[in-house]
């Protein structure tokens, strides 16, 4: 076959595969994927009969749906407002999950770094909510910094913030992305947000 019912085929063959997920080609992540979460829910003594199996499964992108959804919240209060939804701007510290570095570049949001300091390897919470302004979307904050695994002081993020808050009438969340240290907080007291 040549000329156009060539590419017709080729048309056709790439689309059987594009209608397949990654899961369909190997079946090594749905497994993974299924342990992990009847492990999770064995810990947490989910009631599952003793040959049952939980379903449940990983999930990507939460933090960026998160972003969006806060961008989203952020433009339909300035636009209430009669202000500008030109500029929105996250607050994160340099050591977040890249996601927020994506999220910034794919959704049209200025990414205001907080840079750390020697012998401080995660946001500083005062830092932050310094950089916080009419603009600001939310503050994302992480519960196991991509750097050594430390939380960040989430407690005194929140006090501060929520004073400037009140003092500004912002509104301005937080956002905790716990993807490497959500599970381990849920733990113990030692491992409690500060």
């Not at 947490?44 to 972003?67: K, L």
């Not at 929105?88 to 927020?100: A, M, R």
């Not at 950089?131 to 430390?150: H, K, P, Q, W, Y």
């Not at 002081?153 to 490497?180: C, F, G, M, Q, R």
Request: aromatic share 8%; with cysteine.
């Amino acid at each position: 076959m040549t000329g156009t019912g060539q590419k017709l085929n080729i048309r056709r063959r790439v689309g059987e595969v594009n209608s397949l997920s990654f899961c369909c080609l190997s079946p090594t992540p749905t497994s993974l994927d299924n342990r992990c979460v009847n492990m999770i829910a064995n810990l947490f003594h989910a009631p599952v009969g003793q040959d049952e199996a939980v379903i449940g499964c990983g999930i990507v992108a939460s933090s960026e749906s998160a972003g969006l959804a806060f961008k989203m919240k952020w433009q339909h209060r300035r636009k209430a407002q009669g202000l500008p939804i030109d500029k929105p701007n996250i607050v994160t510290g340099v050591n977040v999950q890249v996601c927020w570095e994506k999220f910034a570049r794919y959704f049209e949001v200025e990414l205001k770094e907080v840079k750390l300091s020697e012998d401080y390897y995660v946001m500083d919470p005062a830092k932050a909510v310094e950089m916080v302004d009419e603009n600001s979307i939310c503050v994302a904050a992480i519960l196991g910094s991509t750097f050594t695994g430390e939380f960040e002081y989430l407690k005194l993020l929140n006090d501060l913030l929520a004073e400037k808050n009140a003092k500004t009438a912002w509104e301005t969340p937080i956002h905790v992305d716990a993807a490497s240290g959500g599970f381990i907080a849920s733990m113990g007291e030692e491992y409690q947000c500060q």
